[in-house]
């Protein structure tokens, strides 16, 4: 897997270069392009680099105002094993107003997903994989595409107030 998404109800971002560098703090330098967060790692050898994008729906209105409503219609025509489940997601899609993408350069490392999951969890998002698998904030699978449900014991986190 080369791409991974993050998703999250958070009003306040202020914190996130430091969830990002703290999470990243051993193996990588953490630099800005733009409004990128570009990681570099340490090591002398195999060089890696990751890219990860922050998206707001206060700087990105659009974005979720598109977006937000597809990724509700693509888990509304699922047919979820566990109608409740199901409710629980669409209530947690509806919420969302932050969302991270890694990009590696290649394919993610065992390591790198290790730490994708450890940042996710210190954001307290859920995740999207490419085939449409959503992970709790602990990386356990929510709900698989095909409507069938993973291990979690999900529950819906709100946004955050400031």
């Keep these: 897997m080369k791409y991974f998404s993050i998703f999250a109800s958070k009003n306040d971002i202020d914190d996130l270069e430091g969830k990002i560098a703290s999470v990243f703090a051993k193996g990588y330098k953490v630099g800005m392009s733009g409004s990128d967060y570009i990681l570099q790692t340490n090591s002398l050898f195999k060089k890696q ?12 209105p659009d974005y979720f105002e598109t977006n937000i409503p597809g990724m509700m219609g693509f ?11 199901k409710d629980l997601v669409l209530t947690q899609i509806s919420v969302f107003n932050t969302l991270l993408t890694v990009e590696a350069e290649k394919e993610l490392s065992e390591e790198q997903w290790k730490l994708c999951l450890e940042l996710m969890s210190a954001l307290g998002g859920i995740g999207f994989l490419q085939d449409g698998t959503l992970l709790d904030s602990d990386g356990q699978v929510i709900v698989h595409p095909d409507g069938s449900s993973g291990p979690a014991d999900f ?8």
């Design 155 to 162: 529950t819906p986190m709100r946004a955050r107030i400031k």
């Design 75 to 85: 888990y509304e025509r699922i047919a979820f094993a566990d109608g409740h489940l």
């Design 49 to 60: 680099k990751l890219t990860i994008r922050a998206l707001t729906e206060d700087a990105n």
